[in-house]
C-alpha cells in the first residue's frame, strides 16, 4: 500500500478533488454496488455537512469534488440531526447516541468524550472519507466481507482553488471520468455521475451545475460544461503530479504538499535573502526559520543551503560575515533548542503560556487534560514542555518562567502500593 497524497491541511475551508479506487485484483462494482455506494456517499457527506459538488461513482473507484467547510462546535441538538442521517438504516444507533447526550452533560468527561467523537468527523475531510469507506466495506458489502474490507489505497486529496472558473474546471475533470473507463461511456448519458444525474433529471443537481458554471439556467449550463468535459485530457500516471488545481494558498497546504511544492529553491540574489531574514528576525526574534512553516520554507532551506557550504567551506566571506552578524549560528544545535530565542520573543510559546496562567487561575493548578477545550495545539504545548524537560532540551528561561507558575512536571506520583 503506498502512502496516501494528503495534501490539505486539516481545519481550514477548502475545496478538494478526492479520489479512490478498489484492489486491481478484485472484482470490479455491480451496477446495484456502485449505486448504493452513491447514495451512501450523499448521506456520510450530508452528516459532515461537506458539499459535493461533482461525483462520479465507477466500476473501479470513485471520484468526487468536495467542499469542506471551517471547523465549528455544534450544539445536542445540531449534533442529533447529523446523526439523524448518517443513522438513517439503523435508528438503534440513533437512540443509543440520544441516551448517551441526555445521560452525559457536556462538562463531564464521557459526555465531552461522546460528543468530541462526532465533533472530530463532522467538518472534517480525513474521518469523512474514512468513515464512507469503512460503512460501504462493513455495511453495503456484508455478503463479500472478505474481498471488500480493504481499498487499494488510501484516498488521495487535490486541493483546488476556491475561485469559480478553477471549481467548474474541476468539475469537468470529475464528470470526464467515465471517458476513461475499460468501456468508455458518454459522461452525458452516465447514471452514475453529476453531469449524467442532472441531464436524466434531478434538478437539484441541475441547479448546482449552473452555479458552478455560472450559467443563469440549466439549457447554458448543460452547453458549457459538455465543451469542459470535452476538453478534459486522459490525466498521464506519473509521480510528477500537480500539487494543486489552480494557485490554492499555502495556509491550506499541509506540511508535507507545502515541502514537496518548493524542494527546489527559488533562485534570488544573496541580497533578497538576507533581507527577508531581516524581517524574520525582526518579527520572531530569531534567525532560525522551521521547515515545518510552510510561509518560510524557503528561507529554512537556503539557510540550511549556507550552513553546508559554511561546512565544506565554499561560502563567500562577505555573506558569511553578514550571517554571522545577523545571528545566524554555524554549528549544530540539539534538537528542541532555538538560539538567541527568549519567552518574550518567541510570540506563540509566550501566546501559550498566557493561556496556561489563565487555566492556573480558573482551576488552581497546571495538569491541563490532553482533552481540554477545542485548543489542540495549547494542550500538546503543555505536554511538550514536560516532555522537552525530561529530554534535558527546555531553554532554562523557560523552565524559569513555568517553575515561577507552579507547574507540574510529573503527573504521577513515583512511589507505588503493593500490588
Known amino acids: ?27 470490479e462494482l455491480t451496477t446495484d454496488e456502485m449505486e448504493q455506494l452513491r447514495m451512501l456517499m450523499r448521506r456520510v457527506f450530508a452528516y459532515a455537512e461537506i458539499d459535493m459538488l461533482a461525483y462520479a461513482v465507477t466500476p473501479t473507484g470513485y471520484q468526487a469534488l468536495l467542499r469542506t467547510p471551517k471547523p465549528r462546535r455544534l450544539s445536542d441538538e445540531e449534533l442529533l440531526e447529523r446523526a439523524a442521517i448518517l443513522y438513517e438504516p439503523s435508528p438503534k444507533q440513533l437512540q443509543t447516541l440520544k441516551r448517551g447526550l441526555a445521560r452525559h452533560p457536556v462538562k463531564s468527561p464521557e459526555g465531552r468524550r461522546l460528543r ?6 463532522i467538518h472534517h475531510l480525513s474521518p469523512t472519507i474514512s468513515i464512507l469507506q469503512t460503512r460501504f466495506s462493513k455495511v453495503c458489502m456484508a455478503d463479500r466481507p472478505h474481498l471488500y474490507k480493504h481499498w487499494a489505497d488510501r484516498f488521495k486529496s487535490l486541493p483546488v482553488e476556491d475561485r469559480r472558473e478553477v471549481i467548474a474546471k474541476a468539475a469537468a475533470m470529475v ?3 467515465p471517458r476513461w ?42 452547453k458549457a460544461h459538455r465543451v469542459a468535459v470535452a476538453a478534459v485530457e486522459r490525466p498521464k500516471r506519473s509521480r510528477n503530479m500537480p500539487q494543486a488545481v489552480g494557485n490554492v494558498p499555502v495556509a491550506k497546504l499541509s506540511v508535507a504538499a507545502a515541502r514537496r511544492g518548493t524542494r527546489r529553491i527559488e533562485p534570488r540574489p544573496p541580497a533578497e535573502w538576507i533581507s527577508l531574514l531581516r524581517s524574520y528576525k525582526k518579527r520572531h526574534g530569531h534567525c532560525d526559520p522551521s521547515v515545518t512553516d510552510p510561509e ?3 528561507l529554512a532551506r537556503w539557510l540550511f543551503k549556507m550552513r553546508h557550504r559554511k561546512a565544506i567551506g565554499t561560502i563567500a566571506p562577505d555573506l558569511e560575515r553578514k550571517l554571522t552578524s545577523l545571528g545566524v549560528t554555524w554549528g549544530k544545535r540539539k534538537r528542541g533548542a532555538r538560539p538567541g530565542a527568549s519567552p518574550l ?25 490532553k482533552s481540554y477545550g477545542d485548543d489542540k495545539a495549547f494542550t500538546s504545548w503543555v505536554w511538550r514542555q514536560r516532555s522537552a524537560k525530561r529530554r ?3 531553554e532554562p528561561q523557560r523552565k524559569k518562567l513555568l517553575d515561577a507558575v507552579g507547574f507540574q512536571w510529573e503527573l504521577r506520583s513515583k512511589k507505588r502500593g503493593p500490588r
Not at 213 to 220: I, L, R, V
Not at 349 to 366: I, P, R, V
Open 1 to 27: 500500500m503506498g502512502r496516501p497524497n494528503r495534501l490539505i491541511r486539516p481545519g481550514v475551508e477548502t475545496v478538494a478533488l478526492c479520489s479512490n479506487r478498489i484492489a486491481r485484483n478484485l472484482p
Open 116 to 121: 468530541l467523537s462526532h465533533q472530530r468527523i
Open 175 to 177: 464528470d470526464a471520468t
Open 181 to 222: 473507463m475499460e468501456a468508455p461511456c458518454d459522461p452525458e448519458h452516465y447514471q452514475f455521475c453529476t453531469f449524467g444525474e442532472a441531464v436524466a433529471g434531478n434538478r437539484d443537481l441541475r441547479r448546482q451545475l449552473a452555479a458552478t458554471t455560472g450559467s443563469g439556467n440549466w439549457t447554458a449550463a448543460r
Open 296 to 298: 518560510f520554507l524557503p
Open 345 to 369: 520573543q518567541d510570540r506563540r510559546w509566550k501566546a501559550h503560556y498566557q493561556k496556561l496562567l489563565e487555566f492556573k487561575a480558573e482551576h488552581s493548578h497546571t495538569k491541563v487534560p
Open 392 to 394: 534535558g532540551q527546555l
